[in-house]
């Protein structure tokens, strides 16, 4: 078993939900992508480069979606937190249910434009 796998198996049963979600919504939407365990986390790389990263926060409660590039995106602002990060913004989902589909693409398929 794969190092990403094992950590998202060992993930309590709301976080395995929302990350196998994400994760099959980005392999959707990116023709070439390398899911790969980098720095503790599941991290997907793009073009060879890092694209975006799940962080479960179980002190939180909520699954952290960050996408490197994520200062330089335009749209979906009011959805993206950056909490005094300087390049890294991402979506924060807190149940299955709080996952928009819609911005989630839309801030995957803006990302994916910066990448060269």
Not at 7 to 28: F, K
Not at 60 to 74: N, P, R, T, Y
Not at 84 to 95: A, D, G, I, M
Request: glycine share 4%; net charge positive; proline share 4%.
């Amino acid at each position: 078993m794969k190092p990403t796998e094992a950590y998202i198996l060992r993930q309590p049963a709301q976080y395995q939900v929302m990350m196998l979600h994400v994760l099959s919504v980005v392999e959707q939407e990116l023709s070439v992508s390398e899911l790969l365990f980098k720095w503790g986390i599941p991290y997907v790389y793009y073009k060879k480069k890092p694209f975006c990263y799940l962080a479960p926060n179980r002190k939180k409660g909520f699954l952290d979606v960050g996408f490197a590039k994520g200062f330089q995106l335009k749209r979906n602002q009011d959805a993206l937190v950056d909490e005094n990060r300087n390049t890294v913004k991402s979506l924060r989902y807190f149940s299955i249910e709080t996952i928009d589909n819609t911005v989630l693409i839309d801030v995957i398929s803006e990302s994916k434009l910066l990448y060269k």
